[in-house]
């Protein structure tokens, strides 16, 4: 059955200031480009970790797109600072969830229940070792209390307020990936 909070294109999205782990604030939406809400699972995730690092890796050709990158973790400021603050973009601590139900992003155990899933936290736990003493890596595979049974989300939304574009994971690793946030950011325009 779906979830009858989830949001669909054409949704608007009020506009709220954030504050991100670094006490910045950030404005969803951005007044100018498309914002890309990600909504992540735990702070020491290792598939979260790695997902992320490809939109790092990638992040002039997504801000030279127009696209600002907010991503939202279920876990409290102090478990992600560290890390997460090497990111280049805004990362909200949301331990109460508050967005997360704002948006219809739900927890399943389904998140554990695929293959996919599975291969790419060894393929996140393995990037972890071998970047051990890098701060970017600290704290990957560590718990902070929080389930692992989150779902990750993709909203895509336009200065206006619009959701242009959604996507809620079936599993732990089903989310778009930086060539599909593109394709989707060309596709409309």
């Known amino acids: ?46 598939i979260c ?3 992320l690092h490809s939109f790092a890796d990638r992040h002039e050709q997504l801000t030279d797109a127009g ?19 090497v990111l280049p973009f805004a990362v909200v601590a949301d331990p109460d969830k508050v967005h997360y139900r704002r ?3 739900e927890r399943s155990w389904r998140s554990l229940a695929s293959l996919r899933a599975w291969s790419a936290a060894v393929r996140g736990y393995r990037a972890a070792l071998r970047h ?12 902070d209390g929080t389930t692992h049974l ?8 336009d200065p206006d307020g619009s959701l ?13 990936s930086v060539d599909e946030l593109l394709s989707i950011d060309r596709s409309l325009g």
């Open 1 to 46: 059955m779906r979830n009858p909070g989830r949001l669909s294109t054409g949704a608007t999205i009020p506009a709220h200031e954030l504050e991100t782990i670094t006490g910045s604030s950030v404005s969803v939406p951005v007044p100018r480009g498309r914002t890309h809400l990600q909504f992540r699972r735990f702070a020491g995730c290792p």
């Open 49 to 51: 970790s790695l997902h």
């Open 67 to 85: 696209i600002t990158e907010v991503v939202f973790f279920h876990s409290p400021a102090d478990a992600l600072r560290g890390y997460q603050t």
């Open 103 to 105: 948006f219809g992003v």
């Open 132 to 143: 051990r003493r890098d701060p970017a890596y600290a704290g990957v595979g560590s718990t």
């Open 150 to 157: 989150g779902l990750p989300a993709d909203f895509l939304i």
């Open 164 to 176: 242009v574009a959604v996507h809620y994971g079936r599993h732990a690793d089903d989310q778009w």
